[in-house]
């Protein structure tokens, strides 16, 4: 711990530039930015409060499956969500009222964190999926909060650092009263983090249960008119490297079909002058999101470098690639491509979600490649519409059609009722 807070001692140092850069990019505001030091709150609970903790969106669209749940479970309790960054903030706000309040997450500061806790009173602490801060577990613990995760995963990337920093590890390891784990792969990885097997549960994974909204953005029928629905890729979620490779094999397919096209989306929207170079460099006409574009019917990439769109994309385009996969990265959802009737492709790589996609690939339901010509060779199959189709009704039976909601989320409520009530 002392090696992680000397390394956030120096970073007090960068806030200010920091936080100007994200004002200029528009990825806080200044409100959001007091929030963030645990500043500026006109509001406070009245009531016993249950801290709910979701990250970004794909973490939120998780926990919106459960606080309904949670509502009823807990009627005598206040529910404070927090999140990350201003999108799902945005997202979020359907769900405020005035036992349920919204927050923009706290730094990982000491001081920041105890008075945001001061200020909240929060009884005990439900972090959705995989985000881990050391002084937000060990403060909130030791001001008496049980600590709680759910549809919990660890990467191998991730479990591989908590080994090799034991200190730090054992530090919050025992601080943790349970997890929910969101398949097997993910419970073994939290048995060998060190979480004893009695604070240790296996559940569904929550994502199963996620409702995909319907997409009523008026760009998805422009983008319909000059990009066919049937011909179009998404590569979601590129990573850097990954980029070249999704356009050799979208050049490779090109010289079968001109008229096929690609909507590329980076995992971090930062990239998107290193992708808009590459795209010159290979003389692909093409149109930038970021900057207000819509594709014309000559441009064959649409790069879609923005955040919290990606549910505009996999509507628009019958087949996507699940990036993150092509490169030992860990892979990313296959859940969400799938609910919007998009038929999956992915790379080797996919340890984050390694049993679904073990499932998906044995079962039909996903196409496995490893190098550009896979890639095209993959689409060009599943330009078909009788394998696509088949393809899609093997991936929704999947990771669809087994869940056991109310059963899951019960058990889940269950044992938080416990934890918390003792």
């Known amino acids: 711990m002392a090696k992680y807070n000397f390394f956030l001692m120096l970073s007090w140092l960068l806030i200010l530039p920091v936080a100007v850069i994200r004002l200029c990019a528009r990825k806080d505001t200044i409100a959001s930015l007091r929030a963030r030091l645990a500043l500026g709150y006109d509001k406070k609970p009245k009531r016993k409060t249950i801290w709910c ?4 969106v794909g973490e939120f669209n998780t926990l919106e499956t459960l606080i309904p749940t949670l509502k009823e479970s807990f009627s005598e309790y206040d529910i404070l969500i927090s999140v990350s960054n201003i999108i799902a903030y945005a997202q979020a706000k359907a769900w405020v009222d005035r036992h349920v309040y919204l927050v923009v997450a706290p730094l990982d500061f000491k001081l920041v964190i105890r008075r945001f ?4 009173s929060p009884i005990a602490l439900i972090t959705i999926e995989n985000e881990m801060f050391p002084n937000r577990i060990v403060i909130a613990k030791s001001m008496g909060l049980e600590i ?3 549809n919990a995963r660890m990467s191998d990337k991730s479990l591989n650092f908590w080994l090799g920093n034991v ?3 054992n530090k919050i390891v025992g601080k943790i009263d349970h997890v929910f784990a969101q398949d097997r792969i993910a419970y073994e990885r939290f048995l060998a983090f060190g979480i004893s097997g009695k604070n240790l549960t296996q559940t569904e994974n929550l994502k199963k249960f996620c409702a995909a909204p319907p997409v009523t953005h008026p760009d ?10 049937y011909d179009t890729l998404c590569a979601a979620s590129t990573h850097h490297g990954e980029d070249q490779i999704i356009l050799d094999a979208f050049q490779i397919a090109l010289r079968k079909d001109p008229s096929l096209k690609l909507i590329l989306v980076p995992r971090h929207p930062k990239r998107s002058p290193e992708i808009r170079a590459l795209l010159h460099e290979r003389g692909l006409h093409y149109t930038t999101r970021s900057q207000g574009e819509l ?3 000559e441009d064959q990439v649409y790069l879609a470098d923005t955040i919290g769109e990606l549910s505009l994309w996999y509507s628009a385009s019958a087949t996507t690639f699940v990036a993150g996969s092509i490169l030992p990265i860990g892979g990313h959802t296959p859940f ?4 919007y009737g998009s038929a999956i492709i992915h790379g080797p790589y996919f340890s984050n979600f390694q049993d679904i996609y073990k499932e998906l690939d044995q079962g039909q339901g996903a196409f496995l490649t490893e190098s550009a010509d896979e890639i095209s060779t993959a689409w060009e199959k599943l330009r078909a519409e009788n394998l696509r189709t088949e393809t899609l009704l093997h991936a929704k039976s999947i990771l669809f059609g087994h ?3 109310d059963q899951c989320i019960n058990e889940i409520m269950r044992n938080i009722e416990r934890l918390i009530s003792t």
């Open 53 to 56: 903790h979701a990250a970004s």
């Open 117 to 120: 806790i001061n200020h909240w």
């Open 148 to 150: 709680i995760w759910v």
């Open 167 to 169: 200190d730090l590890k």
């Open 220 to 229: 998805l029928q422009k983008l319909k008119n000059t990009f066919s629905y």
């Open 295 to 297: 594709p014309q019917r």
């Open 336 to 339: 969400e491509p799938a609910a």
């Open 403 to 405: 869940a056991q909601k």
